[in-house]
């Protein structure tokens, strides 16, 4: 399982820290949720975690089974999905689950035509991506995800642009895929989107002004 230890991190923009001396140890296999409200930096610490932005001050070192590794090869180990991450528009539904799995393969036994059906986009298969609503093109982003063969699975606001039944289906396939992950979840509170979460982490306590 894959575990993450942050040592004295700080990022800031400018002259304003958005968080700093932070001192955490995410375990393998735990459920972690980070809150905070709108502009609280919480999405900012979720991308610091992710290896997409640098931090400012302090440093992360990331465990596979123990065995520490380099931050170069992070990208294989993990899956990330956020509304502002974009798809492929020009890819048909089918076309995109066939690019990604070439480089991060499905979990065990998961073919594309499987991937289309447990995201409940059947009929979308031959369409282009540029022609879904928003609440289909979260549920490719969350499924390319959570589908994914990866041990560390990162969700920023999950739930944005979901109705009542794609919350339902978020809600199943957290429950049937996530178990044997560490699972890392940004949230404006919605209790919803980390149901399943075993520790908080509020990024509003590692706020200051020096």
């Given amino acids: ?8 991190i700080g990022k800031k923009f400018r002259r304003e820290w958005i968080f700093r001396n932070l001192n955490y140890e995410i375990q393998a296999g735990q459920k ?3 809150l905070g409200g709108n502009g609280s930096g919480k999405s900012t610490l979720l991308q610091v975690i992710s290896g ?4 400012n001050e302090g440093t992360l070192v990331y465990s596979l ?8 090869s992070l990208h294989r180990h993990m899956a990330f999905a956020s509304p502002y991450l974009q798809v492929i528009e020009d890819f048909t539904l089918l076309e995109m689950a066939h690019h990604v799995q070439t480089f991060k393969p499905f979990q065990k036994g998961i073919t594309t035509g499987d991937f289309i059906e447990l995201i409940q986009l059947p009929q979308a298969k031959n369409k282009f991506i540029r022609e879904f609503s928003s609440g289909m093109k979260q549920r490719l982003k969350l499924g390319l995800a ?3 063969d990866t041990p560390l699975l990162l969700l920023d606001e999950p739930l944005s642009n979901l109705d009542k039944a794609g919350i339902q289906w978020y809600t199943s396939m957290i429950e049937s895929y996530t178990a044997q992950r ?3 979840v940004c949230s404006n509170a919605i209790s919803d989107e980390y149901f399943f979460c075993n520790t908080t982490l509020n990024v509003t306590d590692y706020k200051t002004r020096i």
């Fill in 1 to 8: 399982m894959f575990s993450i230890q942050l040592n004295t």
């Fill in 32 to 34: 972690l949720v980070i």
């Fill in 52 to 55: 997409f932005i640098a931090p």
């Fill in 65 to 72: 089974e123990k065995n520490v590794l380099a931050a170069d």
């Fill in 146 to 148: 959570l589908l994914s």
């Fill in 182 to 184: 560490t699972v890392i």
